[in-house]
């Protein structure tokens, strides 16, 4: 495909731009309630362009979910309070970095590598189930980030801190076709949405439905294996 190299050399661009905005803002505007969202949301950018640069297979999915999270941070900021300059920059680099990053012809240097397929033993049907869980978890990681590390009571925190171990770690499992990180990514998607239901706040919820959906094309083959 054409311009392949430069289309990811843009999407990288976007992503270590808000790498280095988060870590800044973490340093040198210091709000003690909101420094560790802060670094953490540094990290997860951090990691979006470091796999891209570095080619991973699963990189430009994980980069994917990564930027319609911010495309949705900035449809709901323009929905909630205008099209302030800020939140349409923001919207409207995170459309450009998953543009960039779409199509099947961006896969080549990514998931369309043939040595990983060979390894994990993977048939095209099973790619795609990999990659939609991988996007998804991708969405969700910021979201599962910010509340597991916003200020609450004792008890939320630990269950918010145990959600965003089961996110992290169950992401790492399935791109390495891990069973138990299906496993955990749905108990995270469930406690997410546990504690969305009882503030009735919609992004926790967001994010475990979106945990749960990333989980769920596994489900199946699960029980086949099981059943076998």
């Not at 731009?17 to 505007?29: Q, S, T, V």
């Not at 999270?69 to 409207?92: D, N, R």
């Not at 009571?153 to 138990?180: D, H, N, S």
Request: aromatic content about 12%; overall charge positive.
């Amino acid at each position: 495909m054409k311009f392949a190299g430069e289309r990811r050399a843009l999407a990288a661009i976007v992503f270590v731009f808000y790498a280095i905005a988060y870590l800044g803002l973490a340093l040198w505007a210091p709000q003690p309630a909101l420094t560790p969202s802060l670094y953490a949301l540094g990290g997860v950018y951090g990691l979006a362009f470091f796999a891209l640069v570095a080619g991973y297979f699963w990189a430009r999915w994980y980069a994917i979910g990564v930027g319609i999270y911010g495309v949705i941070v900035g449809a709901l900021g323009m929905w909630q309070v205008g099209a302030e300059p800020i939140i349409v920059f923001i919207g409207a680099t995170h459309v450009v970095a998953v543009v960039m990053l779409w199509g099947q012809g961006m896969s080549v240097g990514f998931d369309g590598k043939t040595q990983w397929r060979e390894k994990f033993h993977m048939d095209e049907n099973a790619v795609q189930r990999l990659g939609r869980s991988v996007i998804r978890a991708g969405v969700s990681l910021p979201i599962v980030l910010l509340y597991a590390l916003a200020p609450k009571q004792p008890a939320e925190a630990a269950l918010g801190l145990a959600a965003l171990v089961c996110a992290g770690f169950g992401m790492r499992a399935i791109v390495k076709m891990k069973t138990w990180g299906v496993l955990a990514l749905a108990a995270s998607g469930a406690m997410m949405i546990s504690m969305g239901v009882a503030h009735t706040q919609m992004f926790p919820m967001l994010s475990g439905a979106l945990l749960l959906s990333a989980a769920a094309p596994f489900a199946l083959p699960m029980l086949r294996f099981v059943r076998a």
